[in-house]
């Protein structure tokens, strides 16, 4: 069960876009679409910010969208915020019946 | 409000073992799916297992297999992880979460998500 693949870094300047990538097999985000992104300062909770692909759950701002295509999800954060600087981390559902998370984004926003 | 609390964590030598505990509020425990998930010092997220509503079908993550023993306890609203053989790569903070599922006419779908979080508890395995 080898951790989904995500960019170490990703930063931008406020109010800008960024897109984070996630990239599994067919296995997990290509076979289903169960794809959640969380949101971790550290010494807190996480936070969930997108599950079932696209979907945003109440009290998340309209900046955080999701998308997937084949092996590949994605999280984007547009208006770019000082208070968006946190790690990302994606997660899977996969064909165990188990779930992987990715390796985790460090968002900076510059 | 949706509350997850974690206790039971701990300084345990290495071959130990530890039991966690999480007791939820706020909502219906006994409808949801629930996980364990831990953080290694430095490192990322790692899923380590899930139980369904009435604790017929448990998973892991393969490298707890074995040793780690997933429970709940329905009629007192709290999830439990039964830790032993630990090992110094078991050293984490472990959080409890809740896992809701998207039911689809009558039918709940094979994968969820984690929502809401409990603050973590942390596991130190070390002589």
């Known amino acids: 069960q080898s951790a989904l693949t995500q960019p170490a870094s990703v930063s931008g300047s406020p109010g800008q876009s960024i897109t984070i990538s996630c990239t599994g097999t067919?296995?997990?985000?290509?076979?289903?679409?169960?794809v959640s992104w969380y949101q971790h300062h550290p010494g807190k909770a996480p936070k969930l910010m997108i599950y079932?692909?696209?979907k945003r759950p109440s009290g998340v701002s309209n900046r955080f969208s999701g998308s997937k295509s084949g092996n590949t999800a994605s999280l984007t954060i547009s208006g770019l915020q000082a208070e968006d600087e946190a790690d990302y981390y994606c997660?899977?559902?996969?064909?165990?019946?188990?779930?992987?998370f990715g390796t985790g984004t460090e968002v900076t926003v510059l | 409000e949706v509350q997850l609390v974690e206790s039971g964590g701990g300084l345990v030598q290495p071959g130990g073992s530890l039991r966690l505990s999480c007791a939820a509020s706020?909502?219906?425990?006994?409808?949801?799916?629930m996980s364990w998930v831990r953080q290694a010092p430095g490192k990322g997220l790692e899923w380590v297992a899930n139980?369904?509503?009435?604790?017929?079908?448990?998973y892991y993550v393969d490298s707890v297999k074995g040793r780690f023993t997933i429970s709940r306890d329905n009629a007192k609203n709290s999830l439990f992880l039964q830790m032993i053989s630990l090992r110094a790569e078991d050293t984490a903070v472990y959080y409890c979460?809740?896992?809701?599922?998207?039911?689809?006419?009558?039918?709940?779908?094979?994968?969820?998500?984690?929502?809401?979080w409990g603050q973590g508890t942390l596991v130190t395995v070390s002589s």
């Open positions: 979460a809740r896992e809701p599922h998207l039911v689809v006419a009558a039918t709940e779908q094979g994968g969820g998500w984690f929502d809401p």
């Open positions: 706020g909502f219906t425990f006994n409808t949801y799916w």
């Open positions: 139980i369904n509503q009435d604790g017929s079908k448990k």
């Open positions: 067919s296995s997990d985000v290509g076979g289903y679409n169960y």
């Open positions: 079932d692909v696209s």
């Open positions: 997660n899977s559902y996969t064909s165990r019946s188990t779930y992987v």
